[in-house]
C-alpha cells in the first residue's frame, strides 16, 4: 500500500507500507530442506523448514506451527583467487597494511641521517625487522590482511512460529500468534595488532637482537659505553638504565583473528479479534508484545594499557609490573614469537547487550464510506483508530567497550 498506512502502522509507516499476509487456513504437512553451494565450492548453506496445521470445530478454527533451522558457513576472501591479495587501486600492485610481521618501527627522536649510519639501504620512512628477527632494515613488507577476511559471514538461525484463528461467530473472529527467533553469526576479520603504539622499553629488553641494539643506539647517538650498560641494566632505579620510547606496528597473527560473536534473539506474541460492522466496513483491535535482544562479545583484541605493561620487561618471564599476571610480549621475532600466554593477557574481551521491548495496543475501523467525492464514483475509503505504544530501549556494555 503506497499511502494512508500511516493511521494504521504509525509512523514508520506514512510512505507506505508492505504486508505479508500469512494464511489462515492450512492444512496438512508441509516440510522443505535446501542446500545451496557456491560455483567454486565453500561457503554452504544448509536450511529446513517444518510447517504442520489443520482446522478444528466444524472449520472455525485453524492452527498451525512452524519450525525452521538454517546453517550458513563462512567464505573466506583468501578462498578465492581474486580475493588473496589486497591490490591497490592507485598503483595496480598487491598492497596492505603497516601493521605487519615482522614487526615495522619508528624512532621517535632520531634524526635519518643517524638511522642511516647503522641501517644499510635506509634513506627515509620506516623500519621493520628482517625475516631472521636478528636487525633492523627498511620498511619493504606491508601485511596482506584479505584472506583472513569475509566474502559471507557464518550463520546459524533458530525459528518458530504459531498462530490459531478461531470464528467466535459469523462475524467476529479471535486470533492469535507467537513467533520467536534466534540467530547467530560472527564478523571475522584480520588479526590485531599495536597499530602503530608507542611505549617507553627498557634496553634491557631480553627479546631485543644484540644487533638490533645497537642499530638503536646508534640511530639515538646513544653512546657504546652506554648502551652497553643500559642493556645490562634490569632495575629502573639503576642510573644506567634507559627506556627510549620506540613505535611499534606489529600484527598478532598469533593470537587469531578478531571476532565479534553476536546473537540475536527475537519474540513477539499477538492477540485480538477482527470482524465486520457492515459490507463495507471492519473493525480490528489487538495487544502486542515483542522484545529484541542482541548480544555481542568481541574476541582478538586487546588494552594498550597491558602490550605497554607487557612491553616493559627486563626478563622473558616476568614484566616490571606484573599487576594482572602480566606476560612479557616479543615485538622483535619472526612469526611464532608472540605465545598464547601473551593473547590471554592482553585480550581481556569485551561485550555489549542492546535491547528493545514495545507493548503495543491498536483498535481502528477501515472500509469504504457511505459516501464519494462529486467528481468520482468510487467511494471515499479510511481508517478512524486508536493505538498507544510502549517503547523501552537500553544499551549495557563492560567497562572495556565502554572506553
Not at 10 to 38: K, P, Q, Y
Not at 125 to 151: H, V
Not at 215 to 228: N, R
Request: proline letters at 6%.
Amino acid at each position: 500500500m503506497t499511502g494512508g498506512a500511516g493511521s494504521a502502522y504509525g509512523a514508520d509507516a506514512i510512505s507506505g507500507v508492505i504486508n505479508f499476509v500469512t494464511r489462515t487456513d492450512f492444512e496438512g504437512v508441509d516440510l522443505r530442506a535446501s542446500a545451496m553451494d557456491t560455483e567454486e565450492g565453500g561457503g554452504e548453506t544448509y536450511r529446513y523448514d517444518f510447517t504442520v496445521g489443520g482446522n478444528f470445530d466444524d472449520d472455525r478454527g485453524n492452527a498451525v506451527i512452524s519450525v525452521g533451522y538454517t546453517d550458513r558457513a563462512a567464505l573466506y576472501q583468501g578462498d578465492r583467487e581474486f580475493g588473496v591479495d589486497n591490490i591497490s587501486s592507485f598503483t595496480g600492485n598487491a598492497g596492505g597494511s603497516s601493521t605487519t610481521v615482522p614487526t615495522r618501527f619508528v624512532l621517535p627522536g632520531a634524526e635519518a641521517a643517524d638511522i642511516a649510519s647503522v641501517v644499510p639501504g635506509y634513506t627515509s620512512g620506516f623500519l621493520q625487522m628482517n625475516e631472521a628477527g636478528t636487525a633492523l632494515e627498511p620498511y619493504s613488507t606491508p601485511f596482506n590482511f584479505n584472506p583472513y577476511n569475509l566474502f559471507q559471514l557464518p550463520l546459524e538461525q533458530y525459528r518458530t512460529f504459531g498462530q490459531v484463528n478461531y470464528e467466535l461467530s459469523d462475524s467476529v473472529e479471535w486470533f492469535s500468534e507467537v513467533l520467536y527467533v534466534q540467530s547467530t553469526n560472527s564478523t571475522i576479520i584480520a588479526p590485531s595488532g599495536s597499530f602503530g603504539f608507542s611505549a617507553p622499553t627498557p634496553l634491557s629488553n631480553p627479546f631485543i637482537p644484540p644487533t638490533a641494539l645497537n642499530q638503536i643506539c646508534g640511530s639515538l647517538q646513544i653512546s657504546d659505553a652506554d648502551c652497553s650498560a643500559a642493556a645490562a641494566a634490569t632495575d629502573p632505579s639503576d642510573p644506567a638504565y634507559l627506556d627510549p620510547t620506540i613505535n611499534y606496528a606489529r600484527r598478532f597473527v598469533e593470537l587469531g583473528p578478531r571476532t565479534n560473536e553476536r546473537q540475536t534473539r527475537v519474540w513477539q506474541f499477538k492477540t485480538g479479534a477482527r470482524g465486520d460492522l457492515t459490507d463495507t466496513l471492519a473493525w480490528e483491535v489487538f495487544y502486542a508484545t515483542g522484545q529484541s535482544d542482541l548480544r555481542s562479545q568481541q574476541g582478538g583484541n586487546g588494552t594498550r594499557s597491558r602490550l605497554t605493561q607487557s612491553v616493559q620487561a627486563t626478563s622473558t618471564t616476568e614484566c616490571l609490573d606484573t599487576s594482572g599476571g602480566c606476560v612479557p610480549i616479543n615485538l622483535w621475532g619472526p612469526l611464532g614469537s608472540i605465545t598464547p600466554e601473551v593473547g590471554q593477557f592482553l585480550d581481556v574481551g569485551n561485550g555489549a547487550n542492546v535491547f528493545t521491548e514495545l507493548n503495543q495496543v491498536q483498535a481502528f475501523v477501515s472500509g469504504d464510506l457511505p459516501f464519494s467525492m462529486p467528481t468520482a464514483d468510487a467511494p471515499i475509503s479510511g481508517v478512524f483508530g486508536y493505538e498507544y505504544r510502549e517503547y523501552v530501549g537500553g544499551f549495557a556494555s563492560d567497562p572495556l567497550t565502554q572506553t
